[in-house]
Nanobody
Framework: QVQLVESGGGLVQAGGSLRLSCAAS????????MRWYRQAPGKQRVLVAS???????NYADSVKGRFTISRDNAENTVYLQMNSLKPEDTAVYYC???????????????WGQGTQVTVSS
């Protein structure tokens, strides 16, 4: 069994910063990819940032230059550093990990519980 626990959301003024964390625990052989999504009220969930096991990263145009995804392989944790926050960044943020639980297992998709980020103007 694998569990993801998110933390770090909250209320911040425009221009401020937050760092989200997503810690994975349980039977983990390998984490193939790490992603952060967000979902604003009344809108679809969208991909914000992603990181592959090879270290490559990608960002949505709306957050490029402001958000940074990183990972601590030893702790099975992924982070999203969010700087220069804007009111339009307000959303529930979800981490999404593609995990292989054993050497012979298939890739499985896991989601965090979501954490609210609210940016006031």
């Amino acid at each position: 069994q694998v569990q993801l626990v998110e933390s770090g959301g909250g209320l911040v003024q425009a221009g401020g910063s937050l760092r989200l964390s997503c810690a994975a625990s349980g039977s983990i052989f390998s984490i193939r990819a790490m992603r952060w999504y967000r979902q604003a009220p009344g809108k679809q969930r969208v991909l914000v940032a992603s990181s592959t096991s090879g270290g490559g990263t990608n960002y949505a145009d709306s957050v490029k230059g402001r958000f940074t995804i990183s990972r601590d392989n030893a702790e099975n944790t992924v982070y999203l550093q969010m700087n220069s926050l804007k009111p339009e960044d307000t959303a529930v943020y979800y981490c999404n990990l593609i995990i292989v639980r054993t050497a012979s297992d298939a890739e499985r998709n896991y989601w965090g519980q979501g954490t609210q980020v609210t940016v006031s103007s």
